[in-house]
């Protein structure tokens, strides 16, 4: 990745989970790591509770330098809300911000709890949540979820890039289904839905075309699922080291709102998730 990865930083496993991930894929271009706490305004004239929490911070970038001595590690204490200041910190130009979750996802296991998704919707750059027991030894391939090639483009260029960097596979998935049809033959729900498994391939093989020129040396598998988006891409990603998704949002009374499908995925997260950001520009598709 190029740019700072900012790494939302608590006293919890999360955010050791976080900061491991961030170690391990601050990539070739040796991005920076921003160990990244916000303190209350309150506790912020609070002068023992700011020495603590400066201590704290500081011990966790000395841990991090330690585990990973060829990263640079950073930190920053910030005052404010939470949320926001974690969304002003990537207008800078981050190359992606790290939270740590329980395994149970947003509903269960909270950590930032899951006004949090919310960050997904309104980050300037890709957000990634991190389960506190997503261990890599057991996890492989990175799998990005397509609905429209054209929308999708920098989610494939971002999930070519993290397969490419930890010489992982890629897997592309397409899910679909068919709205029932009152009445319908089998003949003609047939030939709809064969109608609609081309138009998944052709989908599909656009998508590999984008991330090939991304990594034209990657291994690319690409998989049409008949089922709801959220269920198909939580299936299929289990095993995986990190799955990655476009964003789904639209505009709502509050500003941002996250689709349907981020939204299921993020509360039944099981694997490293990667969201990105609307606003981010667009990766180029060529090394």
Same mark, same amino acid.
Request: hydrophobic share 45%; charged share 15%; proline share 3%.
């Given at each position: 990745?190029?740019?700072?990865?900012?790494?939302?930083? !608590?006293?919890?496993? +999360?955010?050791?989970?976080?900061?491991?991930?961030?170690?391990?894929?601050?990539? $070739?271009? !040796?991005?920076?790591?921003?160990?990244?706490?916000?303190?209350?305004? =309150? @506790?912020?004239?609070?002068?023992?509770?700011?020495?603590?929490?400066?201590?704290?911070?500081?011990?966790?970038?000395?841990?991090?330098? &330690?585990?990973? +001595?060829?990263?640079?590690?950073?930190?920053?204490?910030?005052? #404010? @809300?939470?949320? !926001?200041?974690? *969304?002003?910190?990537?207008?800078? #130009?981050?190359?992606?911000? $790290?939270?740590? =979750?329980?395994?149970?996802?947003? $509903?269960?296991?909270?950590?930032?709890?899951?006004?949090?998704?919310?960050?997904?919707?309104?980050?300037?750059?890709?957000?990634?949540?991190?389960?506190?027991?997503?261990?890599?030894?057991?996890?492989?391939?990175?799998?990005?979820?397509?609905?429209?090639?054209?929308?999708?483009?920098?989610? &494939?260029?971002?999930?070519?890039?993290?397969?490419?960097?930890? #010489?992982?596979?890629?897997?592309?998935?397409?899910?679909? =289904?068919?709205? @029932?049809?009152?009445?319908?033959?089998?003949?003609?729900?047939?030939?709809?839905? %064969?109608?609609?498994?081309?138009?998944?391939?052709?989908? /599909?093989?656009?998508?590999?075309? *984008?991330?090939?020129?991304?990594?034209?040396?990657?291994? *690319?598998?690409?998989?049409?699922?008949?089922?709801? =988006?959220?269920?198909?891409?939580?299936?299929?990603?289990?095993?995986?080291?990190? /799955?990655?998704?476009?964003?789904?949002?639209?505009?709502?009374?509050?500003?941002? $709102?996250?689709?349907?499908?981020?939204?299921?995925? /993020?509360?039944? &997260?099981?694997?490293?998730?990667?969201? %990105?950001?609307? @606003?981010? +520009?667009?990766?180029?598709?060529?090394?």
């Amino acid at each position: 990745m190029s740019g700072n990865i900012i790494v939302g930083i !608590n006293e919890s496993a +999360p955010s050791r989970a976080a900061t491991s991930w961030a170690l391990d894929h601050s990539g $070739v271009d !040796n991005a920076e790591v921003v160990l990244t706490h916000v303190m209350t305004v =309150t @506790d912020s004239h609070d002068a023992h509770i700011v020495s603590v929490a400066s201590a704290r911070l500081a011990d966790h970038a000395h841990t991090a330098r &330690l585990a990973a +001595p060829h990263v640079t590690v950073s930190s920053e204490l910030r005052v #404010g @809300d939470t949320l !926001n200041e974690l *969304i002003e910190a990537t207008s800078g #130009g981050a190359a992606a911000i $790290v939270i740590g =979750t329980h395994k149970t996802g947003f $509903v269960q296991g909270r950590v930032y709890g899951s006004r949090f998704i919310q960050l997904a919707a309104a980050a300037h750059c890709p957000v990634v949540f991190v389960p506190s027991s997503s261990g890599r030894s057991s996890h492989t391939g990175v799998v990005v979820g397509v609905k429209g090639v054209e929308l999708d483009r920098t989610a &494939l260029a971002f999930a070519a890039r993290e397969a490419a960097s930890t #010489g992982s596979r890629l897997s592309i998935v397409h899910c679909w =289904t068919l709205p @029932d049809v009152a009445d319908e033959t089998f003949t003609a729900h047939t030939n709809r839905s %064969m109608l609609q498994a081309l138009r998944a391939d052709k989908t /599909l093989a656009a998508a590999e075309a *984008i991330a090939r020129a991304v990594e034209p040396a990657l291994t *690319i598998r690409t998989r049409s699922i008949r089922r709801p =988006t959220a269920e198909g891409l939580i299936e299929t990603s289990a095993s995986a080291l990190l /799955l990655v998704l476009g964003q789904s949002q639209h505009e709502g009374s509050a500003g941002r $709102v996250l689709g349907h499908t981020v939204h299921d995925v /993020l509360m039944n &997260l099981a694997v490293p998730t990667a969201i %990105m950001a609307v @606003d981010a +520009p667009a990766y180029a598709t060529a090394t």
